[in-house]
């Protein structure tokens, strides 16, 4: 009963921590449907569930009840040897502390899911490495590494390594949660401008201020989805930079 | 991963941190060293032995006057029948696999010559005695049958005499008095230094046998009957053989205990050899733990390595690392890591080997398969030791490495 048509599609996935004596119900009976294209926000406090929630959709995690379809992948029943590859073809990881190898360069960072495929037989790597460079704009900086650069130029690596291998949709964990506002503002540009070539992207954030710039809006509380809501206008990131307007959004205030 | 790849990544991590690297490879490095150079010198010492052996003469079969044996219960030596100058003619007539024999009748004697006196033996020996033991002269010539014969006093002396009782010059023609009866030196032996046993084998005159028995010893028995088997394939045959006519010159009724002993000089090479071999075994062996200690060092390192880089093994897994690709990169890089040491320590212990080889006086033998071996068993050392760090990274929860900062 896979469906091609969504990105994601769970049904009543649980997730239960157990640790022995005690017993902690993480997810309680979660479905949810995204569809190509989307920009999601996933929302909640911490201990909320979305963190869980995240893991199973990134196939770092396997839910104890229900089932997940991944781009119409039954993620399931899979061993961690097929669980690793779809990690590498289907899914982009973009994390909140960027998560580049230290001491390698741009290129290479970008480059090594390249490496671990299995599907590329015969192709040219350097090529679609550069050309992911070139989509976040870092054609300039491909032999820089991470200590030389910013923290936007670094979150704009660990992006095009999210989309090196073409996957089926990025996972996003808090992305702007280390930069500040005005970076930030350029992450979620940057996000929107791909959304708008078409790729599926799914963003886990605590802030109402950047979940503004999504076309959707999911929020966890106790393991449960308790809103899920289209948003009719979501705040555009590149007029937000040319009017400035963003200084007013109440981002900066964060601590 | 593709391979290209996976051991670009482990030298780049081993180059990241140069000094840990080098204190693990060092490990590796003396352990290796420490195999060459110790079964170098083990080697040495083989080769040494087998040399001094064969210059006594690896196709030589000694006959000794056996012990007798009567009703179960075996005598001393000499308690039964002697050899004879018969059993030599015999042995001379019939043994077909015999190049050369020579009696031999040994007697202790005080020489005068020269500028003093001195204590020595003398051996009696026939005109093939150089022969059957492939020594040569440094001057002077041997005595011949007729002198053997006409039991002529020619001797040939060994470098100890002519150092005590000449001075070191050449003593043939000289004059020399043994136990008074005055002998002519017709010859020099070529100087032979110490026998493995510690004995010196210069110290000593050669002569006819025939002029030792009537003028020296006073019995008409010899001591030894030193024979030359004509090859030493033939050696086993050979020593039947000799066996045969002697069992029949003393008339050795069938299934009769032997009433004499033949050795065979490839039995004393065989036990030196094994001894010297386990000498090699035990310095080897030595030497290996040091290349198991540093096996042990690679694998503490390689641990502190998995702890210290837990996230970046996160990341890669969260990007599409497969548990197999973790494992073979950690354990490229501690195979890396132990053949590099490796390498590092055969140029070393060639280094060592020849600073033995200059600086002290042994032989020093490095043999290939020795190189391989040690070269062959780091490697090993490294995938042992390696496995389980790497196998520690591959079964990381990507989730708890991602965490882990």
Known sequence: MSDPQAVIRTTRVGKIYDSGEIQVEALKGIDLRIEPGELVAIMGASGSGKSTMLNILGCLDRATSGDYFLD????????????????????????????????????????????????????????????????????????????????????????????????????????????????????????????????????????HDIADYCKRIIEFRDGRIIRDQKVAEPRAAARDLETGHWQASGLGERP | MKWKNLIKVAFK????????????????????????????????AEKRIQDQIASMGTNLLTIFPGSMQSRGVRMGPDSGVQLTLEDVERLKRDATLVQAVSPMVRSGAQLIGGSGNWNTSVWGVSEQYLEIRDWTLSSGEFFSSADIRAQNKSCVVGQTIVKNLFAGDDPVGQQLRVRNVPFRIIGVLQERGQSSFGMDQDDLIIAPYSTVMTRLSGHAHVNQILVRAVSLEQMDQAQAEVTRIMREAHRIPEGGDDDFTVRNQTDIAATAQETSSVLTMLLASIASISLLVGGIGIMNIMLVSVTERTHEIGIRMAIGARGRDILVQFLIEAVVLSLSGGLIGVLIGFLATWIVNMATDWITVISPTNVLLSFGFAGAVGIFFGYYPARKAAALNPIEALRYE
Request: proline content about 3%; hydrophobic content about 45%.
């Open chain 1, 72 to 207: 119409g992948i039954h993620v399931n029943d899979l061993a961690p040897d097929q669980l690793a590859d779809i990690r590498n073809r289907k899914i982009g990881f973009i994390f909140q502390g960027f998560n580049l190898l230290s001491r390698t360069s741009a290129f290479e960072n970008v480059e090594l899911p390249l490496l671990y495929s299995r599907h590329l037989e015969g192709q040219d790597l350097a090529a679609l490495t550069r050309r992911a460079l070139e989509r976040v704009g870092l054609a300039d900086r491909m032999h820089h590494f991470p200590n030389q650069l910013s923290g936007g130029q670094q979150q704009r690596v660990a992006i095009a390594r999210a989309l090196v291998n073409q996957p089926a949709m990025v996972l996003a964990d808090e992305p702007t949660g280390n930069l500040d506002t005005r970076t930030s503002i350029e992450i979620l540009a940057t996000f929107q401008e791909l959304n708008r070539q078409g790729i599926t992207i799914i963003l886990v954030t605590h802030e």
């Open chain 2, 13 to 44: 991590s081993i180059v990241k941190n140069k000094m840990r690297t080098l204190l693990t490879m060092l490990g590796i490095i003396i352990g290796v060293a420490a195999v060459i150079v110790m079964v170098a010198i083990g080697k040495g």
